[in-house]
């Protein structure tokens, strides 16, 4: 890290366009995201003056070939901050229009240019407004940063659609940016592992079912009939590209052994679903899901929780399955409501959290011909 991102906040702005600037893996991911290969001739820069003496905050450039234009915003911003960033934007796609460069500039843009609205993903869980509904440039797209690890995604039309109803709906809030349903973490890990395998030099797009029936229905997982889940969960944490292929973050992922990637996980990424849920079956193991779903609502005003209370416990179903296969944090019987808590992660190292996992993990079956 470096001297200026460990003096700024890193819920603020300043903090998140030092990192961008400064750190290689950041900038990996955002070209990933934009569609393009990784070159050390590509650059980071602030951006200088523009007509009417308008600032972007960053300039990517490959030589001369301005490939973005980008905005950045911290996670501590209200709705006016984003409205005015979402202004500079539309302001950055009429440069691009118009041909209009830095003053005594010989910069010319790329035919494939595009905006980038950054900022961090919990942005996303904002309960004050919702990132899905506002209009946005043609050429923009939204990349969303995890400052927990710095992974970037894209905020795709199908992430906006999972998001859609927050802050319209007044009896639904987000206390997590990242969705999980209806499949394990080995789940996951066993699919980065195949595309890894099989994929990773592969630049074309891969056929979803293909994958399934050739790959993937061989390992029988609890979940051998959803592995489309699987996709969208990995889409979602930003391991999977618009090809259903390893984005450059799913590969450095798919590196990792299985309780590196599940303490990965779990600290990235779903840490605040096991906060929730881990001191409830504390207090006592064998209560119902429909006591969890109470006991949460009540904490939040009887408001539905987004992907935790919804779907008459399903998403609880899900958790405790995670809970149980992947970490091992608890034991059950299948359809049992009688349960045994292994270990509670929320307060230890990463030694002991991995541990405990390798201890007690129900995944090793599963994992053994990946």
Same mark, same amino acid.
């Given at each position: 890290?470096?001297?200026?991102?460990?003096?700024?906040?890193?819920?603020?702005?300043?903090?998140?366009?030092?990192?961008?600037?400064?750190?290689?893996?950041?900038?990996?991911?955002?070209?990933?995201n934009l569609g393009l290969e990784y070159?050390?001739?590509?650059?980071?820069?602030?951006?200088?003056?523009?007509?009417n003496r308008i600032y972007p905050d960053i300039k990517i450039i490959k030589n001369n070939e301005i490939l973005s234009l980008v905005e950045c915003k911290?996670?501590?911003?209200?709705?006016?901050d984003y409205v005015r960033g979402i202004g500079q934007l539309f302001q950055y796609e009429y440069f691009y229009e118009k041909n209009i460069v830095e003053a005594n500039s010989s910069d010319f843009y790329s035919k494939n240019f595009k905006t980038l609205y950054?900022?961090? *993903?919990?942005?996303?869980?904002? &309960? $004050?407004? @919702?990132?899905s509904n506002f209009k946005y440039p043609l050429s923009t797209k939204i990349l969303q940063i995890n400052l927990k690890n710095f992974v970037i995604r894209e905020f795709s039309d199908q992430q906006k659609e999972k998001f859609s109803k927050l802050n319209i709906d007044e009896n639904l809030i987000a206390i997590s940016e990242y969705y999980f349903r209806d499949n394990r973490l080995f789940e996951l890990y066993i699919l980065l592992r195949t595309l890894k395998g099989h994929f990773n030099q592969n630049r074309s797009f891969l056929n979803r079912i293909d994958l399934e029936k050739n790959y993937l229905k061989k390992h029988k997982t609890?979940?051998?009939?959803?592995?489309?889940?699987?996709?969208?969960?990995? *889409?979602?944490?930003?391991?999977? &590209? $618009?090809? @259903?292929?390893?984005?450059e973050a799913g590969r450095d992922y798919s590196n990792y052994d299985y309780s590196e990637f599940c303490y990965l996980i779990y600290n990235s990424y779903?840490?605040?679903?096991?906060?929730?849920?881990?001191?409830?079956?504390?207090?006592?193991?064998?209560?119902?899901?429909?006591e969890i779903n109470l006991i949460i609502k009540k904490k939040y005003e009887n408001k539905e929780v987004l992907?935790?209370?919804e779907s008459q416990n399903r998403y609880l179903s899900s958790w405790l399955g995670i809970f149980r296969d992947d970490f091992g944090f608890i034991s059950y019987e299948p359809r049992s409501a009688k349960r045994t808590v292994n270990y509670d992660p929320t307060h230890m190292s990463k030694d002991e959290f991995?541990?405990?996992? @390798?201890?007690?993990?129900?995944?090793?079956?599963?994992?053994?011909?990946?």
């Open positions: 890290m470096s001297i200026l991102e460990n003096r700024t906040a890193p819920e603020s702005e300043k903090f998140l366009q030092n990192k961008v600037i400064n750190d290689g893996n950041v900038q990996r991911y955002i070209i990933d070159h050390s001739d590509i650059r980071f820069i602030k951006g200088k003056p523009y007509l911290g996670a501590n911003i209200n709705v006016t950054l900022y961090p *993903s919990e942005v996303t869980k904002n &309960n $004050d407004f @919702n990132i609890p979940n051998n009939n959803n592995w489309r889940n699987a996709f969208i969960t990995l *889409s979602g944490l930003g391991f999977l &590209n $618009d090809k @259903n292929n390893l984005s779903i840490k605040p679903y096991v906060d929730e849920l881990i001191p409830i079956l504390n207090e006592n193991s064998s209560v119902s899901l429909t992907f935790l209370t991995i541990m405990n996992l @390798n201890k007690f993990t129900n995944s090793s079956k599963y994992l053994e011909n990946i």
